[in-house]
């Protein structure tokens, strides 16, 4: 089932709809892993992902080809597929079909998106490193009014540090993810954080990412 497409937010920074529709459109996408993302399959195992504990629906915003939206509703999960790029909503359907799973698919801006009802879980893998920084305190107040109370963030907050940085240069996609930073976006007291150290998640590009779930207050 897919819903209309929601109108876009102007972009003033970072790629635009046309950006990623010419990627997926090409097979441009050097990001994607080729397999289930390893701390996915970790999450389902050590009940971070427990379908019966969550009682509600899960969103995959940027989900791409679909890899991780297949395994989740393979196994049960009520899924919503959030895309910018209609090339992406369609490889996702494909690889659903191919599964023989079922998931909701959304040709909408993450900026704009509201869900029909409250969300128990949220997959946040490629997202907001694909969003320009200037976009991630609202994509942040996304993420918070789209839970329920207890929602649960599960984040891999990408790390890829460039020396431009060091001079102020803001480069990407992916943008690094720096974790003062995340703190400041996902603040106390709207989001209970677990103690570090979190587990570091190599990533195909050479850099890697930081796992951990954060609830929602």
Request: aromatic share 10%.
């Amino acid at each position: 089932m897919t819903d209309p497409q929601a109108p876009a937010t102007p972009r003033a920074h970072g790629p635009g709809r046309a950006f990623w529709e010419e990627r997926f459109r090409a097979g441009q996408t050097p990001w994607e892993r080729g397999d289930v993302h390893p701390q996915l399959t970790r999450w389902l195992a050590d009940g971070s992902l427990e379908r019966s504990a969550l009682n509600g629906a899960i969103a995959v915003p940027g989900c791409g080809s679909g890899r991780e939206v297949a395994v989740l509703a393979k196994a049960g999960f009520d899924v919503v597929a959030i895309d910018y790029a209609a090339a992406a909503i369609e490889l996702t359907r494909q690889r659903l079909h191919e599964e023989q799973s079922t998931a909701h698919l959304a040709l909408a801006d993450v900026l704009t998106w509201q869900p029909a009802a409250p969300l128990a879980a949220v997959y946040e893998q490629t997202c907001l490193c694909a969003l320009h920084p200037d976009h991630w305190v609202a994509y942040a107040a996304q993420l918070h009014r789209w839970l329920r109370p207890g929602g649960r963030l599960l984040a891999l907050f990408m790390q890829f540090r460039r020396e431009d940085a060091a001079q102020g240069f803001i480069q990407g996609p992916p943008y690094h993810g720096d974790i003062h930073a995340m703190r400041a976006l996902f603040r106390a007291p709207l989001w209970d954080w677990p103690k570090p150290p979190y587990d570091s998640v190599a990533h195909p590009l050479g850099a890697s990412e930081l796992a951990l779930v954060l609830t929602r207050l």
